[in-house]
């Protein structure tokens, strides 16, 4: 069966810091990656997608930055965190039925 | 592009009731209707989902159901159970389209 694994869980960093989140799935192949930030326990913001290894879409201007070094594996990066880069930070895959299946999730705090 | 509208944004009963969270969509393309559920702290999980291709489904307390024609499917939950309180997200997408279209959410609190 497959999962999905991102870490680490929770992050306090301080504004200007540098970020690097991970997320690997394993049991497939070739999925399609997404990053969503999850502002204020509610809606769910795409960020990033990723169809194959170095094909990265953004869908929001920003900060941030996302990579896919590995066919499993999908990164998401910051130079710079500002306050606003705040939230809950979901990884989540899928493959061609459509179906995107979440992980646990980052809980990022910038102070 | 797709849009997708949720209601109510806040849904509270008590244990044992029926509840019912009720999504439209602007795009008749969209043809794939999942529902997840996301308890506080946690990842979206799905608990259900439904395809264009028929009008309803149903996994032991939840249902979905699917009307093409005013482009609005709903999920309901029947006998409420306190472990039920979370918040609800429906998300609607089209073949060929990665990236589907969610709804703002549903806080369901089902009271003991």
């Known amino acids: 069966s497959q999962t999905i694994h991102q870490w680490p869980a929770t992050l306090v960093q301080p504004v200007g810091s540098p970020l690097s989140l991970e997320c690997t799935v394993e049991g497939t192949s070739n999925p399609n990656l997404y990053w969503y930030r999850q502002a204020a326990g509610r809606g769910l913001q795409l960020l990033f997608y990723?169809?194959?290894?170095?094909?990265i879409s953004s869908e929001v201007p920003q900060n941030l930055s996302a990579s896919r070094p590995q066919d499993r594996q999908f990164i998401l990066s910051s130079k710079k965190l500002l306050l606003s880069d705040s939230g809950f930070y979901l990884c989540?895959?899928?493959?061609?039925?459509?179906?995107?299946?979440f992980g646990p999730g980052t809980r990022l705090t910038v102070l | 592009g797709e849009n997708v509208e949720q209601h109510p944004s806040t849904l509270s009963v008590q244990e044992g009731d029926s509840a019912v969270i009720k999504c439209t969509y602007s795009d008749s393309a969209s043809n794939y209707f999942p529902w997840y559920k996301q308890e506080l702290g946690k990842g979206p999980q799905l608990i259900i989902d439904i395809r264009s291709n028929v009008g309803e489904k149903k996994d032991q307390r939840i249902a979905v159901t699917l009307n093409k024609t005013a482009k609005h499917f709903s999920l309901h939950i029947t006998e409420t159970q306190p472990e039920d309180s979370a918040v609800y997200f429906c998300a609607a997408s089209k073949g060929g389209s990665y990236i589907p279209t969610f709804g703002r959410g549903t806080s369901l609190i089902v009271h003991p």
């Open positions: 989540a895959w899928s493959t061609s039925t459509d179906t995107q299946y």
């Open positions: 990723s169809v194959g290894i170095g094909q």
